[in-house]
């Protein structure tokens, strides 16, 4: 395997669900992937505009951790990110970004204890990249 990418900021920022990157969820826009897939934690309508109307990917995050989780919500959400970034990475110049970053190994390293979609200090399940390099395996082909 070739190099790494540990990490989504500066050069690779464009991976980051924080990134703006107009996608849709079930009909309605929203500004990044975070906006999106916060929003579709809920079926409540109220709290999906609000999350929607956030003003930043981060306060849509927060809007995200409050709302009353769908009863699904555990089963469908890795797909629903896996639609999200198929949809981001839709975008010729995105996709082809994606595309350059090779074979790379690519890792969502953080330091906010987030070891579900990432790693954080040596642990964690990773999902966010395992996702994006599938994505990236199917553009590719």
Known sequence: MSEAILGFSGKYRFMSNFSASEVEL?????????????AAK??????????????????????????KLRADW?????????????QKFSDPALKQKLLDTGEAYLEETNTWGDKFWGVCKGNGKNH??????????????
């Open 128 to 141: 966010l990249g395992k996702i994006l390099m599938k994505i990236r395996k199917s553009l590719g082909e």
């Open 42 to 67: 809920t079926s409540d309508a109220t709290e999906r505009r609000r999350i929607r109307e956030a003003d930043s990917p981060s306060k849509a995050k927060k809007l995200g951790q409050q709302v």
């Open 26 to 38: 079930d009909g309605l826009g929203y500004p990044t992937v975070e906006h999106a897939y916060q």
């Open 74 to 86: 555990e089963e469908v959400k890795l797909q629903i990110m896996e639609d999200l970034l198929i």
